[in-house]
C-alpha cells in the first residue's frame, strides 16, 4: 500500500513537473519568434546577426544616423584594398545619440563579445549639446523617451543587464535574480505576458518605419531616398520646425564653452575614448553626415565648423583618431538623404566608401588592424 502511494505521487509530480519543464523549453528557444526581443522591430533582426558571429573587427556606434548610414561592406572593401582584411558591423541604435549610449556601452561588453575587436566607429553630432546621464533609473536616469524606453524594457535590456535604467532597483530585485537565472518563463515573464495579452500601449512596441527598405546582415539599415517618400519627409519636417515653438532654445547657436566642457579630462569625450583605449582597441571619432538642412535650421553650421576643429585639437592630444568629412552640401537632398536627417542608401553606400578610404589612409587605423 505504501509502495503504491509513492508510486501515485511520483506520477502526479512528473505529470506536473514534466509539461513545466517542456514550457521552459520552449519559452527559451521559441518565445521570440512570436513576440520582439528588443520592443523594436527595427532592432530585432539587427541584434539577431550581431549575436550569430563573434569575429567582428571593427564596430560602428551611435544613433540612427549610424544606423542608416554606415555599410560597413564599403569600409571593408576601402581596406581590402589596403591589404587588410576586416569585418565591421553597424551596432548603431535608434534613439540612443552618444549621450544614452554612452551610458549602455559598458553593459554591451563588447571586448569580451568581440575578442578579435580592434576599432572602434563612433558617430558625433558636433552641432547638439551632450551630457553624462546617471547610472540608473532610481538615480534619475531618463526614462521618457519613446525609443529609448521600449528598448530599455525589453527581454534584450534584461539579458545585457540594462533593465536598471527604466526600473526600480529595491530589495525585491534581489529575491527574484536568483529566480530569473534559472527560469526562463520568470525571467522573460514580461514577453510571455505580451505574447499571452498583448502589448498595454502601442508605444511599447517600436514598429518598422514606411522608408524602411532593408536590414542587412551586417547591421546597416538601409532606408528609402526622400523623393520616393516625399509627402512624408515634408509632414515630418514641419513636425521638426514647430519644435521651435516649445524648445526655441534648440535652434539657437549653442552656449559658449558647452563643446569644450565635454572635452575636459575625464569629461565625456573622454569616456568614450577610455572605454575602449583601456582594451587595447582603438577609438575612431567621425563626424556624422546630417542632413545640412537640418544643421542650417537650428542655425549651427559655426558650431559644427568650430566644434570639429576642437574635436581634432582634442583627438591629437589624445593620439586617436577624429575624421571629419565636412557637412555634406555637396550631397543630393532627394537622392542621398532619406529626411531632414538621416542618410537614404544611396547616401550611405556614397558617405560610407568615402569613410572607408579615410580610415584606410590613417596610419593609425592600419596599425591598430595589423595588431
Not at 535608434?94 to 561588453?109: K, Q
Request: include cysteine.
Amino acid at each position: 500500500m505504501k509502495k503504491l502511494f509513492i508510486h501515485s505521487w511520483l506520477i502526479v509530480c512528473l505529470f506536473l513537473i514534466l509539461p513545466l519543464i517542456g514550457c521552459e523549453f520552449w519559452v527559451k528557444q521559441h518565445l521570440f519568434d512570436y513576440v520582439s526581443y528588443t520592443n523594436s522591430q527595427n532592432m530585432d533582426p539587427q541584434i539577431k546577426y550581431f549575436e550569430d558571429r563573434n569575429d567582428w573587427q571593427f564596430i560602428a556606434l551611435g544613433s540612427s544616423e549610424v544606423k542608416w548610414g554606415i555599410d560597413p561592406s564599403q569600409i571593408e572593401q576601402a581596406l581590402t584594398a589596403k591589404g587588410v582584411k576586416a569585418s565591421g558591423f553597424n551596432l548603431g541604435f535608434d534613439g540612443f545619440n552618444e549621450t544614452f549610449y554612452l551610458s549602455i556601452l559598458p553593459f554591451l561588453s563588447l571586448p569580451k563579445r568581440l575578442p578579435q575587436l580592434h576599432v572602434a566607429l563612433i558617430g558625433v553630432n558636433l552641432f547638439e549639446e551632450k551630457q553624462i546621464l546617471p547610472s540608473s533609473f532610481n538615480d534619475g536616469f531618463p526614462c521618457d523617451g519613446i525609443l529609448q524606453r521600449a528598448v530599455l524594457k525589453s527581454a534584450f535590456a534584461k539579458d545585457y543587464n540594462l533593465d536598471g535604467f527604466c526600473n526600480s532597483q529595491d530589495w525585491k530585485q534581489s529575491l527574484v535574480k536568483p529566480l530569473e537565472r534559472v527560469s526562463p518563463i520568470f525571467r522573460y515573464r514580461q514577453a510571455v505576458r505580451t505574447l499571452l495579452l498583448g502589448y498595454d500601449r502601442p508605444t511599447d512596441l517600436i514598429g518598422v518605419i514606411s522608408n524602411n527598405v532593408k536590414q542587412y546582415p551586417n547591421g546597416f539599415h538601409a532606408h528609402k531616398p526622400a523623393r520616393d517618400n516625399q509627402d512624408d519627409v515634408q509632414v515630418d519636417y514641419q513636425h521638426f520646425l514647430a519644435d521651435k515653438k516649445t524648445q526655441p532654445q534648440l535652434f539657437q547657436p549653442m552656449p559658449d564653452q558647452a563643446w569644450s566642457n565635454l572635452l575636459k579630462p575625464d569629461g565625456f569625450f573622454d569616456r568614450w575614448a577610455n572605454y575602449f583605449l583601456d582594451q587595447k582597441i582603438l577609438p575612431v571619432f567621425f563626424a556624422l553626415p546630417t542632413n545640412p538642412l537640418m544643421i542650417d535650421a537650428k542655425n549651427r553650421r559655426e558650431d559644427y565648423q568650430s566644434n570639429s576643429q576642437l574635436m581634432s585639437d582634442w583627438a591629437k592630444q589624445r593620439n586617436i583618431v577624429f575624421i571629419d568629412l565636412g557637412i555634406m552640401d555637396r550631397y543630393d537632398q532627394l537622392i542621398d538623404y532619406s529626411d531632414h536627417r538621416h542618410l537614404s542608401v544611396n547616401g550611405a553606400i556614397t558617405y560610407s566608401r568615402e569613410l572607408g578610404n579615410t580610415l584606410a589612409a590613417n596610419p593609425k587605423v592600419l596599425a591598430a588592424f595589423s595588431h
